[in-house]
């Protein structure tokens, strides 16, 4: 298993471009999240998604889009990048075990994205 | 959603058990505690889980008491592939997706 990945590592863009980060997982899992992290924070909920279809947001869900018409990929658009938007980025995954406790989040390397 | 607070960061020597407490105050009734640690450039990655009492696995121990209002992660003998950051967090997924709140978590550094 590859488990969770992401394309590309790094990216810069200038004010106002557009572009969509990739993110798959092969471990047949439900959910599917989109974070941020800036420097020496946490990480921030972007979009979420329980299945195919399925999407809801986030806790920071302005300036982002998400699909999701499979199980395995969920993309995250930038409509019109901006500034503030220059942060790393994590796709995670998990498999949904009801009564388990928290489902554990598989995360993948993450997306340096720099907004000029 | 439970908030955690637990310390900005911590210093440590190889060979060191170290302890890092999460207070959770207003825990509820369903809520797990869960730990994440995060390497430079990395994603965060799963060490360990609990509900009460104590939990041991290969990495870590999780060490919770009766009120579940704290726990302390417990890293046994560091090296210093230990440095990295370790998140505390609470809740429950029983209703359905889990919206995992990550603080800014304690920066650990492993000196030689």
């Known amino acids: 298993n590859a488990g969770v990945t992401q394309t590309p590592k790094f990216q810069v863009l200038k004010t106002g471009q557009s572009m969509t980060l990739q993110c798959a997982q092969d471990m047949n899992h439900e959910y599917m999240s989109w974070y941020r992290q800036d420097p020496g924070m946490g990480l921030r909920l972007i979009h979420y998604s329980v299945g195919a279809g399925i999407t809801d947001q986030g806790e920071v869900p302005n300036g982002y889009n998400v699909s999701r018409s499979t199980t395995e990929d969920f993309p995250l658009r930038l409509l019109s990048a901006a500034p503030s938007q220059t942060s790393v980025y994590f796709c995670?995954?998990?498999?949904?075990?009801?009564?388990?406790?928290?489902?554990?989040?598989?995360f993948g390397p993450g997306t340096r994205l720099t907004v000029l | 959603l439970a908030k955690t607070t637990q310390p900005i960061s911590m210093d440590s020597y190889e060979g060191q058990e170290v302890n890092i407490t999460c207070s959770h105050n207003?825990?509820?009734?369903?809520?797990?505690i869960t730990w994440y640690q995060q390497f430079p450039s990395q994603g965060p990655r799963f060490i360990i889980q609990g509900y009460k009492t104590k939990v041991t696995n290969e990495v870590a121990s999780l060490f919770i008491p009766a009120d579940r209002k704290s726990s302390t992660l417990s890293l046994p003998r560091v090296s210093l592939s230990d440095t990295a950051v370790y998140y505390c967090?609470?809740?429950?997924?029983?209703?359905?997706?889990?919206?995992?709140?990550f603080g800014a978590g304690t920066r650990l550094a492993v000196h030689p």
């Open positions: 995670a995954s998990s498999p949904h075990e009801a009564g388990a406790g928290t489902d554990t989040q598989y």
């Open positions: 967090l609470v809740g429950d997924s029983g209703g359905g997706y889990n919206k995992l709140i």
């Open positions: 207003n825990i509820a009734t369903n809520d797990y």
